[in-house]
């Protein structure tokens, strides 16, 4: 079983729909990364993030560290908002310190 | 605004050659790293490096693998001999601390033939 599990594996939305990707975890972390990876491979780093919420334009992401679970939001979604969102845990023991989801592509439709 | 850059952005290769992928992370952070993506799949952890030492790498980064700083900006990839397997997308990535932001390059694609 993976440590990072994401859901959904593809989403596709209209333009201006909410969009929430869901993230679980099984291992122990001291953060956890949202990534953006573009068509054409790049990846940026979205969020780093180990409690709460934090809040960067229209993207919102999430943690709940009880439950073992993140979500990242968009709001008001744009073609551009077009990629794949990769999940991925910074564990806190062991020796493969950041654990990758297999992420979550999206497709927004004008 | 400051950038983790890669060379080269596609590699293609004969199987059993040498190769070296190349990263000039960000100026002030001290902690560099490796992933590799394999087409379709998940992104894969490979190395880390903090202070001129490997300071954690995962079952793949077996003795074919090995990192580099050779001087104060360039932090590389060397892969002996190459296998088909080794095909994929290699990311760097660096940050100015251990649990800090990470900054990834654009990726080096390596094509083993």
């Known amino acids: 079983k993976n440590e990072v599990e994401q859901s959904p594996q593809n989403l596709t939305a209209q333009e201006g729909e909410f969009i929430t990707i869901n993230c679980s975890y099984s291992?122990?972390?001291?953060?956890l990364h949202w990534l953006q990876q573009h068509p054409g491979g790049g990846i940026v780093s979205l969020f780093m993030?180990?409690?709460g919420k934090k809040k960067h334009g229209r993207l919102i992401a999430t943690i709940n560290i009880q439950e073992k679970h993140s979500s990242l939001h968009i709001t008001a979604s744009h073609p551009r908002d077009s990629a794949v969102y990769i999940c991925?845990?910074?564990?806190?023991?062991?020796?493969?310190?950041?654990?990758f989801g297999k992420g979550t592509r999206l497709s927004v439709i004008a | 605004e400051p950038e983790v850059t890669q060379t080269p952005s596609h590699q293609v290769t004969q199987m059993g050659q040498e190769v070296i992928l190349r990263c000039v992370p960000i100026s002030n952070h001290l902690y560099f790293y490796w992933y590799r993506q394999i087409l379709g799949q998940k992104v894969e952890f490979l190395v880390s490096?903090?202070?001129?030492?490997?300071?954690?790498k995962s079952e793949i980064f077996d003795d074919q693998f090995s990192v580099e700083r050779p001087d104060g900006s360039n932090f590389t990839l060397k892969i002996r001999s190459t296998k088909l397997e080794d095909s994929a997308m290699y990311f760097c990535?660096?940050?100015?601390?251990?649990?800090?932001?990470?900054?990834f390059g654009e990726g080096s694609r390596l094509t083993v033939l």
């Open positions: 990535a660096s940050s100015e601390s251990f649990a800090g932001e990470l900054f």
């Open positions: 991925a845990a910074l564990k806190n023991s062991g020796n493969t310190p950041l654990v």
């Open positions: 993030l180990s409690s």
């Open positions: 291992v122990g972390i001291s953060a």
């Open positions: 490096f903090y202070n001129n030492e490997i300071s954690e």
